[in-house]
């Protein structure tokens, strides 16, 4: 349950900094890794730039009514 547990939190982190209005770069670099801050991080790096792609759609899923589902899992 750790695992799910560390990507709920992922997830409520990158919605919250959605909210505020952060981009990818700026998430993947506070969430994922501090150099993805850095120019050509997404040439350098893709698999940074996927993983915060994916935070952000999942993010906004939840936004859109997903989080009922984390209210259901045990």
Known sequence: AEPRAYRQLLLLRTADALAGGA?????A??????DAGRP???DERPHLRLQA??????AR??????????????
Do not use: T
């Open 61 to 74: 899923a939840y936004l859109d009514g997903g989080y009922r589902a984390l209210l259901r899992q045990p």
């Open 23 to 27: 981009g990818q770069r700026e998430i």
């Open 29 to 34: 670099a506070e969430l994922l890794d501090p």
């Open 40 to 42: 050509g991080w997404r």
């Open 53 to 58: 792609q994916r935070l952000v759609r999942d």
